[in-house]
């Protein structure tokens, strides 16, 4: 895919009177990546959504197709998801999916969007009649409506059930695949890592962690591997790579450092290992353990 950069930051920052938010932020976005933006509550996240918007004045270097946040150009590619849902008392689905079809210019049919979607039997319901899963649904829609090159989804997945969930992701998927750029936070980590190709990580208005899930572990290396065998536990304890044995009520857990080294040190016991599995940690595991590292910087 031909990949020409959508945002430019550069020394991004942004403060409230007495209280810095954004501290001095780099970063580039191209084509067609699908991105995690993933932090605790108050690491900064929604007000870098709000200054790609053009919602707050940012102070550094910001550009979003190559014009400033918020003008008409950059408004007319981009499609925003918030955390809340636009309840207005007595407009319809399809009147607010109209009603933000006209702003632009090559905008779907909100009939086919919602047909698409698998909701046109809401297309006459009013705002205030729907549930909290369909809400988010039609607040998805309003984000597709103008056939946006740029997606920010800010916790998308909020008051979905299960199987809406599943098919959100699934449709990000598809939607990555036609080439939308795609940028998400969400606390539903383990759906996300699924899903996205590389993750911005934020800590206290600055960005800890610019790659691929790949790379972060290769940053944190850390594997669990569990056996069950009738060697002894200290057998194991001085291997390469091992930090800690335990004993658990699945056998032997071993905590690796180096996967690698471990398991090839493990290769000439194999005969008298039994149910062997190896465990990565999760995005949510790697999350913590960075955050409280760079917290006791």
């Given at each position: 895919?031909?990949?020409?950069?959508?945002?430019?930051?550069?020394?991004?920052?942004?403060?409230?009177?007495?209280?810095?938010?954004?501290?001095?932020?780099?970063?580039?976005?191209?084509?067609?990546?699908?991105?995690?933006?993933?932090?605790?509550?108050?690491?900064?996240?929604?007000?870098?959504?709000?200054?790609?918007?053009?919602?707050?004045?940012?102070?550094?270097?910001?550009?979003?197709?190559?014009?400033?946040?918020?003008?008409?150009?950059?408004?007319?590619?981009?499609?925003?998801?918030?955390?809340?849902?636009?309840?207005?008392?007595?407009?319809?689905?399809?009147?607010?999916?109209?009603?933000?079809?006209?702003?632009?210019?090559?905008?779907?049919?909100?009939?086919?969007?919602?047909?698409?979607?698998?909701?046109?039997?809401?297309?006459?319901?009013?705002?205030?009649?729907?549930?909290?899963?369909?809400?988010?649904?039609?607040?998805?829609?309003?984000?597709?409506?103008?056939?946006?090159?740029?997606?920010?989804?800010?916790?998308?997945?909020?008051?979905?059930?299960?199987?809406?969930?599943?098919?959100?992701?699934?449709?990000?998927?598809?939607?990555?695949?036609?080439?939308?750029?795609?940028?998400?936070?969400?606390?539903?980590?383990?759906?996300?890592?699924?899903?996205?190709?590389?993750?911005?990580?934020?800590?206290?208005?600055?960005?800890?962690?610019?790659?691929?899930?790949?790379?972060?572990?290769?940053?944190?290396?850390?594997?669990?591997?569990?056996?069950?065998?009738?060697?002894?536990?200290?057998?194991?304890?001085?291997?390469?790579?091992?930090?800690?044995?335990?004993?658990?009520?699945?056998?032997?857990?071993?905590?690796?450092?180096?996967?690698?080294?471990?398991?090839?040190?493990?290769?000439p016991h194999l005969n008298a290992l039994r149910q062997v599995?190896?465990?990565?940690?999760?995005?949510?595991?790697?999350?913590?353990?960075?955050?409280?590292?760079?917290?006791?910087?």
């Open positions: 895919m031909f990949m020409t950069t959508l945002i430019q930051a550069t020394e991004l920052q942004f403060a409230y009177p007495k209280h810095p938010v954004l501290k001095g932020i780099d970063f580039t976005v191209q084509t067609g990546e699908l991105i995690g933006l993933i932090g605790a509550n108050g690491a900064g996240k929604t007000t870098l959504l709000n200054l790609l918007l053009g919602l707050l004045p940012a102070q550094g270097q910001l550009t979003i197709f190559g014009a400033a946040p918020g003008s008409r150009q950059a408004k007319a590619q981009l499609g925003i998801m918030r955390q809340g849902d636009l309840v207005l008392p007595g407009v319809t689905v399809l009147d607010l999916l109209t009603d933000l079809a006209a702003y632009y210019p090559q905008a779907l049919a909100p009939a086919t969007l919602l047909a698409e979607a698998g909701l046109t039997d809401l297309a006459h319901r009013r705002l205030t009649q729907l549930s909290g899963g369909q809400l988010r649904r039609v607040s998805l829609l309003t984000a597709l409506v103008g056939r946006p090159r740029l997606l920010l989804l800010d916790e998308p997945t909020v008051g979905m059930d299960v199987m809406v969930q599943a098919a959100f992701w699934q449709q990000m998927r598809a939607l990555q695949a036609r080439g939308i750029t795609i940028i998400i936070t969400s606390h539903d980590l383990t759906a996300l890592q699924a899903v996205a190709q590389r993750f911005l990580i934020m800590q206290a208005g600055r960005f800890v962690f610019d790659g691929s899930l790949a790379q972060l572990q290769a940053a944190q290396p850390r594997t669990e591997i569990t056996f069950q065998t009738d060697l002894p536990a200290g057998q194991f304890a001085q291997l390469a790579g091992v930090q800690t044995v335990q004993a658990t009520t699945n056998g032997l857990q071993l905590i690796s450092s180096d996967e690698t080294a471990t398991l090839q040190a493990l290769a599995t190896i465990t990565h940690d999760s995005l949510a595991t790697m999350l913590t353990q960075l955050t409280q590292t760079e917290a006791s910087k």
